[in-house]
Each structure stands twice: as structure tokens, then as C-alpha cells.
């Protein structure tokens, strides 16, 4: 797969943004299930962006310290396009994603938990039913070591590295995982890695704040190619990177309310051919953010 100069660049950015600012973290693997919405407001423009998403997971025991994982997600996207373009928008202006996902995790003999997981998904608008360029095959490998067994670190440390193929960039490309999580004393923790990381205090037992960078993005299938400017638009694609503000509310142990806001500094929605490359920019203009939803987790 050719990737365009462009999108290397931004990629590229995308990762120093992870290492260098702070976003929220409830990785996807310890969720058991969740329901969010997620608005955008796109800036200077009549455009918005609106998403319902919702996921659940279920953890298998096969062994000792070994589990399967069965999970699937769906994401409804409806994207209001009302500024003048010089195509017809009706037709991909709501766009709906289904993953599923599988698992595998274990203990190996130097400490180390691995983990794999494949996730098949569709994404796409859908027009004509399931098409081939509908599917994608996403895909992941972790590493983990948790409390005492990371040096010198104490126990509540946990570092992951890893690498994954999925569309979170806004395009079908691998992107590295590093996370390093530590609580410090009774009311801070962090998670520093890419391209997740945050900081966190707690109020109380209940209730916690947060500073973050996220790295959001969508990536779907147009069924109805059509022509922009001599060229052929197949695909729809979104990549955001935003700073902000969170509060997380525990309702038990592992029932808890969330809502993040921020302010977007890339904000790119486009259409592309079927190598990739960039055919027609949607947006590109920064704006707010809002994302909330309830979790149940591990």
C-alpha cells in the first residue's frame, strides 16, 4: 500500500502528539461494554459530525492466566455536508461500521503477557447491500508487564508495547502502541506512550478528572464511486487529534458516566481514491469536540 507524502506527515504527527501531550485512556480491551455519542461542530462551516457508538466484550477462561476475548462494535456516523461541493453528499452521509473482534491472551515464561487480536469489520454507506470494499481486516499484537515484575517501577506500574493495523489515523495503517500507566500516592495517575496518554486526579472515590490529547478517526467505504475533479473518490476518511478537559463518574466499582470535551488541531475530513491518496478535502478546519457515554468495565 502506497501511502501519500502528505499522510506520512501527518501520521508522523499524529504519533509525536501522543508522546507529547495527554489524552484519555480506558483501552477497549478492558471494556466490557459501552455506549457513547460523539459531536463535532465543524467550525466556520455548516457541516457537523455525529457519531453513536457502542461495544461489548466477553473474556472466555481456556487456562491458567489464558483468555479468549469475543467482542463486536457498532458505529453509526451521520455526517451533515450542507456547504456547496461539486458532488452530490446525499449519498454518503450516513455511514455505519460493524467489527468484530477475537482475542487471545496468555503468560509467558519470562513475565510477559501476550496478546493478539483480530478484528474483520464493514464499513461502508451501505447503498447496495455488502460489497467486497466494504471489509477490512484489522489487526493487533501486545505486550504486558504489570506491578513489581517492570524494573524499578512499583507495583502499580503497567507498560504495554505493541502495534496496530486499524483506521484509528483516519486510513487503514500501523501505528505503534506504547502505554506506561502509574498511579502516584492516593489521588494522581498518568499514562504516558503512544497514542495514548492522560492525567488523572481524583476527587474523590467517585469522581475524576483529566487532561487529555486523543487521536480520533472513521474510515468507510463509498459503494457509489463518483468523479471529483478527474479523479474517482472510493473512500471517506476522518483523522482528529484534540486537547482538552475530562470527568469520569463512578457509579460502582465498574459502572462509571463520561464526558470529554476539547478543541481539535487537526480536523481533516476527505474523500479518497482506492490507493489512499487524498481526492477531495471535505474540512480541514479545527473545532469542538464532545464526547460522552457510560462504560462498564473490568
Known amino acids: 500500500m502506497k501511502i501519500p507524502v502528505y499522510d506520512h506527515i501527518r501520521i508522523l504527527f499524529i504519533l509525536l502528539a501522543g508522546i507529547c501531550f495527554l489524552m484519555p485512556v480506558q483501552a477497549q480491551l478492558t471494556d466490557i461494554a459501552r455506549v457513547e455519542y460523539t459531536y463535532f461542530p465543524q467550525s466556520s462551516s455548516e457541516n457537523s459530525f455525529k457519531r453513536f457508538r457502542t461495544l461489548f466484550n466477553y473474556p472466555i477462561k481456556v487456562g491458567s492466566d489464558k483468555y479468549i476475548v469475543t467482542g463486536v462494535e457498532y458505529s453509526n456516523v451521520n455526517m451533515e ?4 461541493y ?19 491472551t496468555f503468560v509467558m515464561k519470562n513475565g510477559w503477557r501476550f496478546g493478539a487480536v ?10 447496495g447491500g455488502i460489497v467486497p470494499d466494504d471489509w477490512l481486516l484489522n489487526a493487533s499484537v501486545y505486550f504486558l508487564r504489570r506491578k513489581d515484575t517492570i524494573g524499578d517501577f512499583d507495583r502499580s506500574g503497567q507498560l504495554v508495547l505493541g502495534i496496530e493495523y486499524n483506521t484509528n489515523s483516519g486510513i487503514p495503517f500501523p501505528l505503534p502502541y506504547v502505554n506506561f500507566h502509574k498511579d502516584v500516592g492516593q489521588r494522581w495517575a ?36 463518483f468523479a ?33 470535551t476539547g478543541y481539535t488541531f487537526i480536523n481533516d475530513i476527505e ?17 469542538l469536540y464532545l464526547r460522552t457515554g457510560l462504560k462498564l468495565k473490568y
Open 190 to 225: 498518568y499514562t504516558l506512550g503512544v497514542p495514548k496518554t492522560n492525567l488523572k486526579y481524583k476527587l474523590d472515590q467517585k469522581n475524576v478528572l483529566q487532561a487529555f490529547v486523543t487521536l480520533d478517526g472513521f474510515f468507510a467505504n463509498i459503494q457509489q464511486n
Open 81 to 84: 455536508l450542507n456547504d456547496p
Open 228 to 260: 471529483v475533479d478527474d479523479r474517482t473518490a472510493h473512500n471517506i476518511s476522518m483523522t482528529t487529534v484534540l486537547s482538552g478537559v475530562g470527568y469520569e463518574h463512578f457509579f460502582s466499582e465498574h459502572i462509571l458516566f463520561y464526558l470529554y
Open 86 to 104: 461539486p458532488f452530490q453528499t446525499g449519498e454518503f452521509d450516513r455511514l455505519q461500521r460493524v467489527q468484530f473482534s477475537v482475542g487471545y
Open 271 to 287: 474523500l479518497r481514491d482506492k490507493n489512499f491518496n487524498r481526492v477531495f478535502t471535505i474540512n480541514d478546519s479545527n473545532t
Open 118 to 127: 483480530l478484528a474483520p469489520q464493514v464499513a461502508s454507506n451501505f447503498q
